[in-house]
Every structure is written in C-alpha cells, then in structure tokens.
C-alpha cells in the first residue's frame, strides 16, 4: 500500500512539496452518535472533494486512504501528488476543511462548531514567538498588540476614542492614508516602543496583521457612527511632518490624529505619544 501511495510522488521529482503528505484527523464529539464505516467513508470523500484532492470521477487525483482505528474519529492520509503528474493546490485547504465539516455534522446530527469566517487572530511566526523568548518578554508583540487593540476596541464609542486609548496604553499608533486623497485614512498599524528592528525601527502590525476582525473598515463597521480622523490645517494638534517616524513620507502614510473629538486627558496622550514618536525619528 506504502507504495501505491509513494508512486506519484516519483513522478514529480524537484516539484514536490517539501513535506509531501497531507494528514487530516477527524472527531467526533463525546456525545455525538457513533457512525457506521460508510458514513465515515462519507465523512472521508466530502473532505476530499471539498479540498479538490479527489473526487470519486477523477482517476487522476491524488492517492488517498482514509483509516478508522477507534469508533469517533478518522485519519485521512494523502501524497501530495496527482497520477497525472500535476502538483495539487492545498493553499487555504483549511478553509474548505472548515466547510466540509459543517456539512458533514449536518448531514449526520453532529455537534455543530464554528464556521470558517476568517475573523480568528493570526497567531505569531515562529521567529516572533523566539524572539519574545530571547528577550524575556511574557508573550510576544503581536498577541500583546491584539490584546490592546481588543481592549480598546471594547472601551472606545467610535475611531478617535480608539486610537487616544491606544495611545493611552502606551501603543505606537501609524495612520495610513490614501494617495488620492490624503486626508482621507484608509487604515492603521500599531507598535510596541520595546519592539525595535536591527536598525532601531519599530516592528509595525497591520490591524489586519493581528486579526481579521480588526482592520480599520470592520471597526468602523462596528461603530454605529464612525469619526473621520483628517488632518486639514495647522490650527489641529500638530502640523503634518514632513516625514514619519520610520522615513515615510505623508504620501505614504503617517499624519497626526486630529483632536477635535478628544476629551483633554486623551488629547494629552495623544500629544505625547507624538512626542515620543519625533524623538525615536531625531
């Protein structure tokens, strides 16, 4: 079987996945009903078809098998590639997995689980998670960042109070405008003042970086009457400058928050971290 298995994978040669074989596990709930060996074959064949590995018509997919070793679960075993000498597609496969489960406890009565909505938190690399470790940091920079972004996510009515609070938690705010129209802000990245590049430069995460949930359009989404920050005149905190603190020009997009929707406290955080900002530039 071993080799019926390994045969395409010859074919291939240089094209091969660095790692060539593809293994799912799938569970049933403790108190889900026990299903017979054809409903898990079933199981088994809506994963494949879903991800494109296989399909029962195609003689030219991958080579599979699907191996039942205890009553609630499978394992579906795959070389990573096809009979006919392609390479198959697996980017995203988690994301069809996702959906063939949900048919699948459908179809059978099954606990139902969460759906694939794309909104989880991006977990760190592996290089972030060593680096944090390296430096005694209790967690590293993205998951510290998501969870001030959450917390003041949670606490702010709409976009100024957000990014004051931000500000607040001590969190290196960069706005993002657009290059039609550079009043208007397209979106933002945040910062920890400890997490610095070789050259001294802050470690910048996209809010989409940290979760898909917290991009600038789904928060604003979120408040019911979002602000528009803009930075039209010099009569607001600070003039625009001439560049960011990190080299960028405006066109590219770093501006100072406007405070005509800030409270006094929060206007001082605001002027503070700007200070801040413009000595790590000098």
């Known amino acids: 079987m071993e080799g019926l298995l390994t045969q395409p994978l010859a074919r291939l040669g240089e094209r091969n996945y660095r790692k060539p074989v593809w293994h799912l596990s799938l569970r049933a709930a403790p108190e889900d009903p026990v299903l017979t060996d054809a ?38 075993v795959a070389t990573l590639a096809r009979t006919d000498g392609d390479r198959p597609e697996v980017w995203n496969d988690g994301y069809q997995v996702r959906e063939a489960c949900r048919v ?18 991006k977990r760190p690399k592996r290089g972030e998670t060593e680096k944090a470790r390296r430096r005694g940091w209790s967690e590293p920079p993205r998951t510290a960042l998501r969870r001030h972004v959450a917390t ?3 606490g702010a009515r709409d976009e100024a109070e957000f990014f004051a609070r931000l500000q607040e938690q001590g969190v290196l705010v960069r706005m993002r405008f657009s290059r039609q129209d550079s009043g208007e802000m397209t979106g933002y990245a945040v910062a920890l003042p400890a997490d610095r590049t070789a050259d001294g430069r802050p470690v910048w995460y ?16 979120r408040w019911a009457s979002p602000t528009v920050l803009r930075s039209r005149s010099t009569s607001e905190l600070a003039a625009r400058p001439a560049e960011g603190p990190v080299g960028r020009s405006p ?22 971290t700007i200070v801040r900002q413009a000595a790590d530039q000098a």
């Open 39 to 76: 409903q898990w074959a079933q199981a088994a064949w809506e994963v494949m078809t879903r991800t494109g590995l296989a399909r029962p018509e195609n003689d030219d997919a991958v080579r599979w098998i699907a191996v039942r070793h205890a009553p609630d679960h499978i394992h579906i």
């Open 206 to 221: 996209g809010g989409g970086k940290l979760a898909a949930d917290l991009t600038l359009p789904k928060l604003r989404h």
């Open 104 to 121: 699948i406890e459908e179809r059978f009565g099954l606990r139902r689980t969460a759906p694939a909505d794309r909104t989880a938190a």
């Open 251 to 272: 066109a590219e997009g770093y501006h100072p928050v406007s405070g005509r929707h800030l409270s006094a406290s929060s206007t001082r955080a605001v002027l503070r």
């Open 152 to 154: 003041a996510v949670a």
